[in-house]
């Protein structure tokens, strides 16, 4: 049951998660917030003309065209606050500040607000918290301002898996109903089953997988395609590939995503003919390879030392419409220069100049240019004692 498997005592280094605890962690990493300076507001308007007419509608508005986000807070705080207050135009000024990183500006904020906000603008901060590289404010805010919703909860245990604190997103989301009183729903499940699979547990996440229906929840395609994707992580392609065939058996269709996490398992393992099937096999089924699933198969090309495919391949991806990345357009070339086709090269590098691909930013190191340039010099040479 699953109710057995998360409610089991974790491996060794997870402790009971404690709201108390990790609060008391998370105050004390996070430095406390500064006050915002007094001369931040004014009695005049911060802009001219102010508007003579606002709704919470327009005051959001303002707000996001600002390029300044001390302006938007600034203008937050002169307008009225049964307007700055609703939850329009405070959304869009977490927003602003969130993007903008000034977390201490919103922490002071947060104190100053004479009610908790609604649940979006917060859900907004955890997920910049997360994005910033901070799991544990994002704890802290998430507890401080309970009840909260399934949103923040989702945000929160993605927060936790981003920055790799698997052990403690698997806590909380083993007390979310007991402590929180939230019932996961799949997207939750699909955090967990990603936490599991990044510590390598992967036959745990399959047993969560198996036994989401005794929660009344049914996996997505997305729920299985991070199990497959737990599977090659492991370098076990028998098990991905038998995943994959239940994503099939179940009538649903595969996206680029799955196929191409499949290519890169292969490809790990020198398994190239494997990994070439399968790009056949998205193609047959309708489903165009994009440029990261070109961009594996190329590498895995390059350190196999087989420069013929890997330009077949390159040349292929331009006509499609992608722009290799310039590490991507280097390997190739590089590799026909290690292997004595420096023509080929220069070739191979004019057909990319005259694609435009330079323009795209697709560069060659200097060693690289260095080669290039040498052959060039060469063939010119070659070709004016021929012309004697």
């Known amino acids: 049951m699953l109710h057995s498997i998360l409610s089991s005592p974790p491996r060794r280094h997870l402790h009971p998660f404690s709201t108390a605890a990790a609060a008391a962690i998370a105050a004390n990493s996070v430095p406390a917030a500064a006050s915002l300076p007094s001369s931040s507001f004014t009695i005049q308007p911060p802009i001219h003309p102010w508007p003579r007419r606002l709704t919470p509608h327009n005051l959001a508005s303002l707000i996001s065209r600002q390029h300044d986000p001390n302006l938007s807070l600034q203008i937050f705080h002169h307008a009225h606050p049964s307007l700055s207050h609703a939850l329009q135009p405070l959304h869009a000024l977490f927003l602003k500040l969130s993007r903008a990183r000034l977390f201490s500006h919103l922490e002071s904020l947060l104190t100053r607000l004479p009610t908790p906000p609604p649940e979006p603008p917060l859900t907004t901060l955890i997920r910049a918290y997360g994005v910033a590289g901070k799991p544990l404010s994002a704890l802290r805010l998430f507890l401080k301002f309970q009840p909260l919703g399934l949103s923040s909860l989702n945000a929160l245990l993605n927060a936790l898996v981003q920055n790799k604190r698997h052990r403690l997103a698997h806590s909380v989301f083993k007390s979310s109903t007991e402590k929180f009183g939230l019932v ?13 699979c990044k510590r390598n547990e992967v036959d745990v996440a399959v047993r969560v997988l198996d036994e989401m229906s005794l929660m009344g929840l049914v996996p997505n395609v997305v729920s299985y395609t991070t199990v497959l994707g737990g599977f090659v992580l492991r370098g076990d392609m028998e098990s991905a590939m038998r995943v994959f065939g239940e ?36 193609e047959e089924n309708g489903v165009q390879p994009n440029e990261v699933t070109y961009g594996v198969m190329i590498e895995a090309y390059c350190k196999g030392r087989k420069p013929g495919e890997a330009v077949n391949l390159l040349e292929d991806m331009v006509t499609k419409g992608f722009v290799p990345s310039s590490v991507l357009c280097c390997k190739v070339v590089d590799l026909l220069c290690e292997e004595g086709s420096v023509e080929r090269a220069c070739e191979v590098w004019r057909g990319q100049v005259r694609k435009g691909m330079v323009k795209s930013g697709c560069l060659p190191n200097k060693s690289t240019y260095s080669i290039l340039v040498d052959e060039i010099l060469f063939l010119k040479e070659r070709k004016r004692k021929l012309t004697r």
């Open 184 to 196: 996961p729903n799949v997207v939750s499940c699909n955090i967990l089953l990603k936490a599991l």
């Open 247 to 282: 994503i099939l058996d179940k009538g649903w269709m595969p996206d680029v995503t799955s196929y191409t996490v499949l290519v890169s398992g292969f490809c790990r393992l020198g398994k190239l003919v494997d990994a070439i099937r399968v790009m056949d096999l998205m």
